[in-house]
């Protein structure tokens, strides 16, 4: 896949990787509706795993491809919405804390931090994107404010990432004999599809809009 230098190309890769995971999503919609009664309950269970499998990997390859959009543009941090040299530094942070690192340490993190504002974001850290596979509410959370995008698309949506789509994949990952209803078949493929759709339009609106830079 190319990189992102423009809007355009942003847009073109979101929606082709977004078309494939719909598309699947819709085939085994139909799949379900045709099969007969003892099919039916296995193919509910792999929708299930199928929708969450995409809701995690759309959200990744979107936040990777936009924040990467941004990082091509080569702005400085002080061109940028605060929340990129907040990103820059959270990685170097938490290994900090993690390796108690000596004074003189903490002091050139914080030197860096002084300095940072007229650096470049050209690189970003993975790290930084990470659904931990198990991308409920509060890792979106983190995934929408590391972007430096709202909630707001998610209002209410709570519910259904953790428990309709998040515990039910872990129920059946882990063996679990949990039954998925028929009836439940729109909710959470449908519900899955306008996830993906939200988050993507979002960082769509964000590039286009130019909301990532600095008021």
Known sequence: MSKPYTEAILAEQL???????IRE???LKVAVKRADSSLRQVLLRSLVTICYAHWEGSVRLAARKYLEHIALRKFRFDQLNPQFLRNYFLPRLASLANSKGSISERCDIVDEILSGPGNQF???NEDLVNT????NYDVLKDICLVCGISLD??????TFIDIVLLKRRNAIAHGE???IGLEDLDLVADG?????????DALENHAYLGAYKAA
């Open 153 to 158: 698309a998610f209002e209410g949506r709570e």
């Open 177 to 179: 004999d949990t039954l």
């Open 132 to 135: 931990k596979s198990n991308l």
């Open 122 to 124: 050209k690189r970003v």
């Open 15 to 21: 929606s082709r990787d977004r078309t494939w995971r």
């Open 25 to 27: 999503i819709s085939d």
């Open 192 to 200: 899955t599809v306008e996830l993906m759709r939200a988050f993507g």
